[in-house]
């Protein structure tokens, strides 16, 4: 199964582990956990430790698992306190019917009922058992008392049971549950960012990649932008609570959670819908993309054939896209970048000036640690006059670190502005 694994920082998931031999499933369910970038700690019931060991969940989580209520090894000795206060979210995967029926009675006799008493973070139960178990008349009580306090249940999947049975009642594999889980805390994360985010309400207009300017149907002009730094940018805008529309030279990488992307070819077909999302309303454009200087003036009809030792090719000079927004009348916001090989900052400044923008970033794209084919960028940010603000040297980080610290100073140029006397 393939699915977003979009990391969200610092989120810390309490993964309760009760006796059923689908606690398999949840050593998997780490794993996948772990690689969607999530902090786990992992809570073992006496029943749980029956089918698997604590020893597996310690290795795969990298920390220790916790199977006993007053640990003299924790805080103060009240490790289930400690616990509560950590975790973002309590989620029990596989779910008994025993510990449903202790959690909806609000008994406290092991770690696992005091720490679901103790958390002030959202209780996800995830039920496996028996068919006839699922369906019993209890059963079905204590899990409407769950939901009536606020817990909530992942329907178990139906099939084969290890007891031979047919039904409902087996835990929803690792992979699904990793899923809902990622999905949760995205909409969490968007809610606060459309309330409280630096760009919230925005609708950002991103432009990234390489184009491609076609010689013959099977040739073309291009460069070795590889559309990481546009893609890491729209991520970081979309985070911040704006909308945004990511207009998509030739790349293989995936589309970020939550932004429309258009893909395209050449500069022409990149101008035409940059243009037309200004009628449909842009507040700021940021323009990544490696736009081809030139293209070829007389495009082949069929593959040119190779003849002689020379093939001349005419090139014309194809439009500035970032100068032809900025030109307009009811111009957004314009940010632009100068990926240069020397006089990299003298450049930069320039085309700010000269292209009427309101932010230019500028990296050195000789060097060999960051740029095009990297991870890793490191840029100088530039603002017209009338921000007021003093260039920003970003230092060498990750793209999506550089993205997040760009967007810092689209808002901070966005709230100073100096007017005009």
Not at 162 to 181: I, S
Not at 307 to 333: C, H, M, W, Y
Request: include cysteine.
């Amino acid at each position: 199964m393939s699915f977003d694994l979009s990391v969200i920082p610092n989120k810390n998931i309490v993964l309760a582990v009760t006796g059923g031999i689908a606690a398999y499933k949840s050593a998997i369910l780490v794993r996948r956990l772990k690689d969607a970038g999530f902090n786990v700690r992992v809570v073992m019931t006496q029943g749980a430790q029956a089918f698997i060991t604590p020893l597996t969940f310690q290795a795969l989580s990298g920390n220790p698992v916790h199977t006993e209520l007053l640990n003299p090894e924790a805080e103060a000795g009240m490790g289930h306190i400690e616990l509560a206060r950590w975790a973002d979210l309590l989620l029990v995967a596989p779910a008994s019917c025993d510990t449903l029926a202790k959690f909806a009675a609000g008994l406290a006799d092991d770690l696992l009922s005091t720490l679901y008493l103790a958390t002030k973070s959202p209780v996800w139960v995830a039920p496996a058992m028996n068919q006839q178990m699922w369906a019993a008349k209890a059963t079905q009580r204590n899990l409407n008392t769950l939901v009536e306090d606020g817990v909530h249940v992942i329907m178990p999947d139906a099939g084969s049971q290890a007891c031979g049975d047919v039904g409902l009642g087996r835990m929803p594999e690792p992979e699904d549950l990793a899923l809902q889980v990622t999905q949760y805390f995205h909409r969490a994360q968007r809610a606060i960012a459309e309330k409280f985010g630096l760009l919230a309400g925005k609708h950002v207009v991103i432009t990234a990649g390489p184009t491609r300017e076609a010689i013959d149907p099977v040739r073309y002009i291009s460069n070795h932008s590889t559309g990481k730094m546009g893609f890491a940018l729209a991520a970081a805008c979309y985070a911040a609570g704006a909308k945004v529309t990511l207009i998509a030279g030739p790349v293989s990488l995936d589309t970020p959670n939550g932004v429309h992307r258009i893909n395209v070819s050449s500069a022409v077909q990149m101008l035409d819908l940059s243009m037309q999302m200004l009628d449909e309303g842009c507040d700021i454009f940021i323009a990544t993309a490696a736009v081809a200087d030139y293209r070829v003036a007389e495009i082949a009809e069929h593959k040119i054939k190779k003849a002689g030792d020379e093939l001349n090719v005419s090139l014309i000079k194809n439009p500035d896209i970032v100068a032809t927004i900025a030109g307009q009348q009811k111009r957004p916001f314009m940010v632009g970048f100068a990926a240069e090989t020397r006089n990299v900052e003298e450049y930069a400044a320039g085309k700010l000036v000269a292209k009427k923008l309101d932010m230019i970033a500028c990296n050195d794209v000789s060097r060999a640690d960051i740029g095009f084919a990297s991870d890793e960028n490191a840029m100088t940010v530039f603002f017209a006059e009338q921000y007021q603000i003093q260039k920003r040297d970003l230092e060498k980080a990750s793209k999506q670190e550089i993205a997040q610290q760009l967007v810092e100073a689209i808002h901070d140029a966005l709230h100073h502005e100096i007017e005009p006397v």
